[in-house]
């Protein structure tokens, strides 16, 4: 493809949640490995973390980054891991995260040292191209200068503000959602030109309807980038009920390479693209 113009819709496909699991990985390789998919966020949680940042080498093209975590699994840090003893030495979910970190239960310099090495964990020799957070925890006001800071520190170029996606029809679930995270990005968008987030509103479950009516809204000249979370499923790896109920991996996975989202790039004039300023 040809480089950015400002005249086409650059559009980065970004996987959130590579190390989430093995059979999630290996379905974002599939996807990497078929052109269809520019970008992935790596948690550094998984107890197998080498053995899948090694799959990477198979998909050079591929941008990599960290998908920073507050809320799944358990940390790399043993401060961390000693103030969660309550709960089992685990994350205790984004809720009650958002919780300790508002009430200094626990500090900024807890999650700074606990980001340092999720990072320095998937590094690991790479240029890392973006930090983005699982369940959009970043966002937070306290934790967004943060993101940033390390961000500096460890010479990575992009952030992503998560953004309000006010598409209709909204329940009351969505538009509570979509009312935190609008207050999130007034606070937080003091913050450069990165590519404008698309995917909030159907986040685990995208569709053919839904993109063609997201696509419809862009302009060219403009850069996005599409949130998906595509992979294989395995019932033997995911027994929680409530990942299997949020995400359809094997749906998003299909519909990423699929003839009618290709039809979708060709009617919008929608090209894939990366972070690195480079041809897709």
């Known amino acids: 493809m040809a480089?950015?113009?400002?005249?086409?819709?650059?559009?980065?496909?970004?996987?959130?949640?590579?190390?989430?699991?093995?059979?999630?990985?290996?379905?974002?390789?599939?996807?990497?490995?078929?052109?269809?998919?520019?970008?992935?966020?790596?948690?550094?949680?998984?107890?197998?973390?080498?053995?899948?940042?090694?799959?990477?080498?198979?998909?050079?093209?591929?941008?990599?980054?960290?998908?920073?975590?507050?809320?799944?699994?358990?940390?790399?840090?043993?401060?961390?891991?000693?103030?969660?003893?309550?709960?089992?030495?685990?994350?205790?979910?984004?809720?009650?995260?958002?919780?300790?970190?508002?009430?200094?239960?626990?500090?900024?310099e807890d999650v700074r040292n606990e980001w340092r090495a999720q990072i320095a964990a998937c590094q690991q020799g790479r240029d890392l191209q973006f930090l983005n957070s699982h369940e959009h925890i970043h966002m937070l006001p306290v934790l967004f200068p943060l993101a940033m800071e390390l961000a500096d520190e460890f010479r990575i170029p992009h952030v992503r503000l998560t953004r309000a996606e006010w598409l209709w029809p909204m329940g009351i679930s969505?538009?509570?959602?979509?009312?935190?995270?609008?207050?999130?990005?007034?606070?937080?968008?003091?913050?450069?030109?990165?590519?404008?987030?698309?995917?909030?509103?159907?986040?685990?479950?995208?569709?053919?309807?839904?993109?063609?009516?997201?696509?419809?809204?862009?302009?060219?000249?403009?850069?996005?980038?599409?949130?998906c979370h595509p992979g294989f499923f395995d019932p033997g790896q995911i027994s929680q009920p409530g990942l299997i109920a949020y995400h359809d991996w094997e749906g998003e996975l299909a519909l990423l390479q699929s003839p009618a989202v290709e039809a979708l790039y060709d009617r919008f004039g929608i090209r894939l693209a990366h972070y690195r300023n480079r041809t897709g």
């Not at 961390?80 to 009650?96: D, S």
């Not at 935190?180 to 909030?200: C, D, F, I, S």
């Open 3 to 108: 480089g950015f113009d400002g005249k086409t819709i650059d559009l980065i496909v970004n996987a959130d949640d590579y190390g989430y699991f093995p059979c999630v990985s290996k379905g974002i390789l599939d996807l990497a490995k078929a052109g269809k998919l520019t970008a992935t966020g790596v948690l550094a949680n998984s107890p197998h973390l080498n053995v899948q940042m090694a799959w990477l080498d198979d998909v050079a093209a591929l941008d990599v980054g960290v998908h920073l975590n507050l809320s799944f699994k358990q940390p790399l840090t043993a401060v961390m891991a000693e103030k969660l003893r309550a709960w089992g030495g685990e994350f205790p979910g984004v809720g009650r995260m958002t919780r300790l970190i508002l009430t200094r239960r626990i500090t900024l």
């Open 174 to 227: 969505g538009w509570m959602r979509n009312t935190l995270m609008q207050a999130m990005q007034t606070v937080n968008q003091a913050h450069y030109g990165a590519p404008v987030l698309l995917g909030l509103s159907r986040s685990g479950r995208l569709d053919e309807a839904y993109l063609g009516k997201l696509f419809s809204r862009l302009k060219p000249g403009n850069r996005y980038e599409l949130m």
